[in-house]
């Protein structure tokens, strides 16, 4: 049996990130950069205004004050997206707009609080205007550049595409991204318990919760979720619903249920007919009987059939893959320091039991979030966190200093 790392490390041994496909810029956001991106133009591409106002030469504006302006003609107006020919010379102004191009001639912005203009919406163009204040050349003026060089490399690949990179991607006009492909997951839920979440259960059964919750994982996470349904506990029925995934591209192929020493555990045998299974039990609470190998050379996840274990070990040991698959280097889910402000009991095997960690003052503190059955959900639904036990610990106090690990933060940043 391995420790939870040994089995991450075993299992992340053979998984490569997929090939990079080519997508529309929205599409790329959360997944990462396969390519270097190089500006098209220049940021800003023109030297602009960076204020509604007028464009002046600084020297004419010597010695302006509120008491003594100084009044000088407007020659020119300079909407945004329409640049001028017109070449300011010594003693002239001309209105522009935040973002307009600025004239020939002129080489800094005064602000239209600065002067006698004062209902600025709409307004018809003044002959003249008094300017109330001396300006610093280049003052209000964006210089073509000062962002971004022509021809520079602004990305890197290997880095995660947020809303930051969007906006510079959409800036040097890459509207179409290389990104690594998305892995495809094949989910299966196995059992004869089994019915789908919109059947009233019979006697003996209960609705399928695996294949919705890993579903929803996998799609967290960056994957494409294959909805397979439910195989019965027949070899055959299992054996099919694996053909289905390979036939539907599988890239990974998530199993629950039937992976124990039962009876009717079917599962590790269909996988073992076109593959292996490398990999059984971890040393983990939540989560012993995991099962890691491949079917015709995919991987393939045998997760226990325990809603919350399924949960908790397709976490460790699913989510990295699929990091991996998409192109990430980092797949440490971040974890902190917290005070338990309650005992926690543990067998002996590394536990994660589920949390609420709140901080309070400068620390964290966390509490049990309800019963620790690896059938309970509804102490997973008010978690926000997984506080660890280490591995031969039986019994934390009250006060104790533990890791947690935090359920809804991303993992680090990636390409920095
Ligand atoms: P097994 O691994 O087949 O022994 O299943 C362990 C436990 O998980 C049993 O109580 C099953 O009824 C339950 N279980 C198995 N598959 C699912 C599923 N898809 N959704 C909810 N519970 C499940
Ligand atoms: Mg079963």
Redesign the pocket.
């Known amino acids: 049996m391995l420790s939870v790392s040994e089995a991450q490390q075993a299992i992340l041994a053979g998984v490569k990130r997929l090939e990079p496909e080519t997508v529309p810029l929205l599409e790329a956001l959360g997944r990462v950069l396969a390519e270097e991106v190089t500006a098209d133009t220049a940021l800003p591409p023109f030297d602009n205004s960076a204020m509604d106002g007028y464009a002046v030469r600084a020297a004419d504006l010597i010695g302006a004050t509120p008491e003594r302006p100084v009044r000088l003609p407007v020659i020119a107006d300079i909407p945004a997206g329409h640049p001028t020919e017109v070449e300011l010379t010594a003693g002239t102004i001309a209105r522009i707009t935040t973002g307009a191009v600025l004239p020939r001639g002129a080489d800094a912005v005064v602000p239209v609080e600065e002067t006698d203009d004062g209902a600025r919406s709409a307004s018809a163009l003044l002959e003249s205007v008094a300017i109330y204040r001396a300006i610093p050349q280049g003052a209000h003026v964006r210089r073509t550049g000062e962002d971004v060089q022509r021809d520079e490399q602004v990305l890197n690949s290997g880095l995660l595409i947020r809303p930051a990179e969007i906006a510079l991607m959409s800036a040097v006009g890459h509207n179409q991204v290389r990104v690594y492909r998305r892995p495809r997951v094949a989910l299966l839920?196995?059992?004869d318990?089994?019915v789908t979440p919109d059947r009233v259960p019979g006697p003996g059964q209960?609705?399928?919760?695996?294949?919705y919750?890993t579903a929803a994982l996998v799609m967290r996470y960056g994957g494409v979720p294959l909805l397979l349904g439910?195989a019965r506990?027949r070899m055959e029925r299992v054996a099919a619903k694996l053909e289905e995934a390979v036939g539907q591209g599988a890239d990974v192929i998530v199993a629950?249920?039937?992976?124990?020493v039962?009876a009717?555990?079917v599962v590790k045998e269909a996988v073992q007919a076109h593959g292996s299974i490398d990999l059984w039990k971890v040393r983990m609470r939540p989560g012993k009987?995991l099962a890691f190998g491949f079917y015709r050379q995919r991987p393939f996840f045998g997760l226990?059939?325990?809603?919350v274990?399924?949960m908790m070990t397709f976490e460790q040991f699913v989510r990295p893959v699929l990091r991996i698959m998409c192109g990430f280097t980092h797949w440490k889910k971040p974890a902190i320091a917290v005070t338990l402000l309650e005992p926690i009991e543990s067998d002996g095997r590394e536990t994660y039991a589920r949390a609420w960690v709140e901080r309070s003052g400068d620390r964290w503190q966390a509490r049990l979030s309800g019963g620790q059955g690896s059938?309970m959900l509804s102490s997973l639904v008010r978690a926000n966190a997984l506080v660890i036990v280490p591995e031969g610990v039986h019994q934390l106090a009250a006060g104790a200093t533990v890791q947690a690990q935090m359920l809804d933060w991303p993992e680090d940043l990636d390409g920095w």
Do not use: C, F, K, Q
Not at 206 to 211: K, Y
Not at 256 to 260: H, R
């Open positions: 839920a196995t059992g318990e089994l209960i609705r399928n919760v695996n294949e919750s439910i506990d629950s249920a039937g992976v124990s039962g009717y555990d009987p226990p059939g325990n809603p274990s399924a059938n």
